[in-house]
């Protein structure tokens, strides 16, 4: 991946990551989190384990980022733009749907980012 693609992928991760680290941190310790998405052999789901790596990706400093980071970017802004297209109607504060977008650091109720 070279610079351009690398600023590129950056500048749509923290577009569509509008939580925090110590937001998301403090999400991913809720039952909520834990039920959310689709569990591997009955362990941890792919959105929480996705939660705690992107929570490292975000304290890490762009010189730091690794290639596996950036990699990890791209996943994150293609499953937030997916799950986003596939809103339900209603409210959906207490929903899986919001749950799971959560766990990959995007909450559809906020709008700072």
Known sequence: MD????DETRDAFHELVNMTPAELDKWLDTDESR??????????????????????????????LTDDDYEHMRK????????????????????RWRHSLMNWGHDPLERHG
Do not use: F
């Open 3 to 6: 610079g351009d693609e690398q």
């Open 35 to 64: 039920d959310a998405g689709h569990h591997q052999d009955g362990g941890e789901s792919v959105g929480h384990a996705s939660g705690r790596r992107i929570v490292g990706i975000l304290r890490k400093k762009k010189g730091d």
């Open 76 to 95: 994150v802004v293609g499953y937030v733009r997916r799950h986003l297209a596939q809103r339900p109607s209603g409210d959906v504060r207490d929903t």
